[in-house]
């Protein structure tokens, strides 16, 4: 809820969608994630794949997790548009390594790949209206 009425504090460009849109939002992509990264951390107990592969599917969490804290808990929009180039670049990296092996994994992912996107541009804009000159 704090992360609400924070997101509502941020001067947003008019584009910027209405805080309610990210649970719902952010629910569907975690259970695309849940299930495509977690088929991936199953291939690779089996050993089916190197640990290469699962590398940037582990890196992406965790950039992913630590952009809330850092952008919400924190406020440090820097920070916080560094963490989402982190998110979106282990993304790309991790649908590339996979599509050879299970290119559904990489398919599932288009939305967030989409969504992280847009969510990019959107953390540059905020940034940049929200930092003190």
Do not use: C, E, H
């Not at 640990?51 to 804290?69: D, G, K, M």
């Amino acid at each position: 809820m704090q992360t609400y009425k924070q997101y509502g504090a941020y001067k947003k460009p008019k584009w910027s969608p209405p805080a309610w849109l990210f649970a719902p939002v952010w629910t569907t992509l975690y259970i695309l994630i849940a299930i495509s990264f977690g088929y991936v951390g199953y291939l690779y107990a089996l050993q089916a794949i190197p640990f290469a592969i699962l590398l940037p599917f582990i890196l992406n969490l965790i950039f992913n997790f630590a952009y809330t804290t850092i952008q919400f808990r924190w406020r440090n929009f820097m920070l916080a548009t560094l963490d989402i180039f982190l998110v979106l670049g282990t993304l790309i990296w991790a649908l590339w390594v996979v599509y050879p092996t299970a290119p559904w994994v990489a398919l599932i992912n288009i939305p967030y790949l989409l969504w992280v996107s847009f969510a990019t541009i959107l953390q540059i804009t905020i940034t940049g209206l929200n930092s003190k000159r």
